[in-house]
């Protein structure tokens, strides 16, 4: 083979790699492709993830019902219902999901790579978002039509805001967990199991979160979706305004907050995690 | 010449001997209670199985007091409290029987060791319920301290009627544990959503079985569903039991006597029982033909 052929096949097989940012938005993309495309391919997800919060929804319409509470908890009651899969999704497929793929094999694969983990982190959020959101859209719709409740919308503009915001910092959240978990084992599976109805209860999923003390409510507010579920019912409720916590202002203000401290949190933190599972050698471990 | 050659179900291999039954079962009940607990030191389970009940329980008495701004004196509240409380046995009991199976099959990758082992499959799998069974009445334990010493659910011990309600909670335990061989048996058969199918049970059974709220206030066409459920008389007699107070605050039930209310919940057991038993060997056999025991998932 003489140097003509030999460069002309090197130029046939060299491919074009993307550095930077493009490289970036590529892995973010890779990783997202997979969660919002296998929800395509598997619909039957959708179903039982529709239909387990609404069981609990159902049956906690039913206890406002029971103690002839004014119709607008029933919608709290609903909204909170649909912003549950938004926590689950953030739990089991945020926090946990580097130690599923550590279960799999997969982390080892992730860390060899010669991608950046926060653009991982950062797509698993981004497809775990949309897939999420279309679930909790059909449970707010399935639960306002079933239970009859009226949604006045005083602001799209600043619900839209709201719910952005309160998203970034949850996904944000979720990827500083996703580091944390990085060292885990077992254990991730209970702890994500226990994070469950405590969370439930101190963001007031099912009731305004008003109905704590301030300083109770002031603390829980350090998850994102405590104050976003406030400011979302007060947009969305004609009586929401009267059962807030602080203002949707205010609100917004805290939430901005959120979501720069998260996400600045998890980067750092998931460097920092990295070496130290690489240094530990816990990442290709399997306790089980 | 036809060669298909059709395998039938043996009975008499399906009825364990004592002494199998024994071994089976205690060893079981230990395997169970080291993976329940062993993933973490002791004081961290405790806080694990005390926090998550309590939490779900808050739920309710924030919800209860807010609109009824904290009268917990009346009825319906010691219905909900402790429905809910003892509700937790159907999460703990069923579901706990049932996840043994995609423990084993999906995560230990054991299940098919367990089925060349000498061991009667049933009895192993009720076994391993016993330390979710644990974990639970510690559970029930706590959340009715709870509410007795914190949120006036007055329980006066003199006035329990203690037989009654030993009586009920062992037949009630029987009959959880037979609904959970029974999603065990199904979950044998399928590959997708096994993680939802004991969830799913349990949350649709605290929607029909009246567990916090009275039967009446569920439309009219879905009550019959709740009426058909064993837990719904269960709940009934455990609170009868504890406060026979509530059992006339509410007209669901209250034309049956405890003794009536008994009858159906045995009755109701006994079918449930004959149930699960056809449906899990049934499932087993069909899961064995196919050879699906030793199906990994990863799903």
């Not at chain 2, 939490?55 to 924030?62: D, P, T, Y």
Request: hydrophobic share 55%; glycine share 8%; net charge positive.
């Amino acid at each position: 083979m003489n140097s003509e052929q030999s460069s002309a096949t090197s130029e046939k097989w060299s491919v074009e790699k993307n550095t930077g940012l493009r490289f970036f938005l590529q892995t973010v993309i890779a990783r997202a492709y997979p969660r919002i495309i296998g929800q395509q391919r598997e619909k039957s997800w959708m179903f039982f993830d529709i239909l387990l919060p609404m069981l609990a929804v159902s049956a906690y319409v039913f206890v406002y019902r029971a103690i002839d509470a004014p119709d607008e908890y029933v919608g709290f009651v609903v909204m909170g219902g649909a912003m549950t899969a938004f926590w689950m999704n953030v739990l089991w497929s945020m926090s946990s999901q580097l130690y599923w793929e550590k279960e799999m094999g997969n982390l080892s694969l992730y860390i060899m790579a010669p991608n950046s983990m926060m653009a991982i982190l950062l797509g698993m959020a981004l497809g775990g978002l949309v897939a999420t959101t279309l679930r909790a859209l059909a449970i707010t719709i399935l639960g306002g039509w079933l239970f009859k409740i009226p949604y006045e919308v005083t602001s799209f503009g600043q619900l839209f805001l709201v719910f952005m915001l309160a998203m970034v910092a949850l996904y944000g959240m979720g990827m500083l967990f996703a580091s944390l978990f990085l060292l885990l084992s077992r254990e991730a599976w209970h702890l994500s199991n226990l994070a469950q109805e405590p969370v439930y209860l101190f963001s007031g999923f099912y009731f305004p979160i008003k109905s704590f003390n301030f300083w109770v409510a002031a603390s829980a507010s350090i998850i994102p979706l405590t104050l976003g579920l406030d400011a979302m019912r007060q947009l969305v409720f004609p009586s929401g305004a009267a059962l807030g916590f602080l203002s949707v202002p205010l609100e917004l203000g805290i939430l901005s907050g959120l979501c720069v401290i998260f996400l600045t949190s998890a980067k750092l933190l998931l460097a920092h995690m990295e070496k130290l599972a690489i240094r530990e050698g816990r990442l290709t471990e399997s306790r089980r | 010449m036809n060669t298909t050659k059709r395998t039938s179900l043996n009975i008499q291999s399906l009825i364990p001997n004592r002494a199998t039954f024994t071994r089976t079962f205690r060893v079981a009940a230990w395997l169970g209670w080291q993976i329940e607990s062993n993933w973490t030191d002791p004081f961290l389970f405790a806080i694990y199985s005390i926090v998550k009940p309590l939490s779900g329980a808050a739920i309710l008495v924030v919800m209860y007091s807010i609109i009824i701004n904290g009268a917990f004196k009346s009825p319906i509240f010691p219905y909900i409290y402790l429905g809910n409380a003892f509700y937790m046995y159907v999460g703990g009991v069923m579901t706990g029987i049932s996840w043994a199976i995609i423990d084993d099959r999906e995560h230990y990758k054991t299940l098919k060791y367990m089925y060349v082992a000498p061991i009667h499959m049933p009895t192993y799998l009720l076994g391993r319920g016993v330390a979710r069974f644990t974990v639970s009445s510690l559970s029930v334990l706590i959340t009715i301290l709870f509410g007795v010493a914190f949120l006036h659910v007055q329980i006066d011990l003199a006035a329990v009627n203690w037989g009654l309600f030993f009586v009920s909670l062992f037949i009630g335990v029987i009959m959880l544990a037979m609904m959970g061989l029974m999603l065990a048996g199904v979950t044998l058969l399928i590959a997708q959503h096994v993680w939802f199918i004991g969830d799913i049970t349990a949350g649709a059974l605290y929607l029909f079985s009246g567990a916090i709220f009275p039967l009446d206030v569920l439309p009219k066409y879905l009550r019959p569903v709740g009426y058909f459920m064993p837990i719904t008389y269960w709940l009934e007699l455990l609170r009868r039991s504890l406060v026979g107070s509530v059992a006339q605050a509410f007209p669901t039930l209250s034309r049956f006597s405890n003794t009536e209310l008994m009858g159906i919940l045995l009755g109701l057991t006994v079918v449930f029982a004959i149930f699960a038993a056809v449906i899990f060997f049934w499932c087993e056999h069909r899961a064995r033909e196919r050879g699906m025991i030793d199906m990994v998932t990863n799903y």
